[in-house]
């Protein structure tokens, strides 16, 4: 995450106050989100109570620049992104985006997450019902008025088009990777964190 974004302590980061209600019985629903690098977010989510699944992918080019190595590049329209399915009886859409904003990156900081740079790493939520357009313009408005990051969220708002799945090494790249040097210096302290500040959430 990057060190210029200042914030208050991660524990008293604010609720979403226009959160949808958890669902009276089990119902599985997804979320899309985009914030860097898809290794570090995916292991952030993949901790959290009521997550059933998370994939690694691209969104917002085409199927036929949807490979790693064209993203990286920065040539396609694509970020990285991960979708989550997640049961919202145990977890609503609101608390995933709080872990996203105040754990898995960095809102404030344009097209870029610590020293990846390119429009493949900006920060974007991608809303697939008008609900969750809803709590989501409403988390950003409420998190900027309210004065929790010393630099304007970055974030961007947009409809889901389509999420295109990730090359399968990409999957659970984190846990099946953890001496890899990025994931052990950037992807696991942001684990460390969430585990650290929020150890009710964890599944």
Request: charged fraction near 20%.
């Amino acid at each position: 995450m990057a060190s210029g974004s200042c914030r208050i302590p991660i524990p008293q980061f604010p609720d979403p106050a226009a959160d949808a209600p958890l669902a009276p019985s089990k119902t599985t629903q997804a979320a899309v989100f985009a914030g860097g690098c898809f290794w570090c977010v995916e292991a952030v989510f993949r901790e959290l109570r009521g997550v059933q699944s998370v994939r690694s992918g691209y969104v917002g080019g085409t199927a036929a620049t949807a490979n790693y190595k064209a993203v990286c590049g920065g040539q396609t329209d694509h970020a990285e992104a991960i979708e989550i399915v997640y049961d919202s009886s145990q977890v609503t859409y609101g608390q995933l985006l709080k872990i996203h904003f105040s754990v898995a990156h960095d809102p404030t900081t344009l097209n870029q997450q610590g020293n990846d740079i390119g429009r493949q790493y900006r920060s974007v939520v991608y809303y697939m019902d008008e609900e969750q357009k809803r709590v989501a313009e409403g988390y950003i408005q409420q998190l900027n008025k309210a004065g929790v990051f010393t630099s304007p969220i970055v974030t961007t708002v947009e409809p889901l088009k389509e999420f295109f799945e990730a090359e399968a090494y990409h999957q659970n790249y984190a846990a099946l990777n953890p001496n890899q040097p990025y994931i052990a210096y950037v992807a696991a302290p942001k684990v460390e964190k969430l585990r650290e500040s929020f150890p009710e959430k964890l599944g």
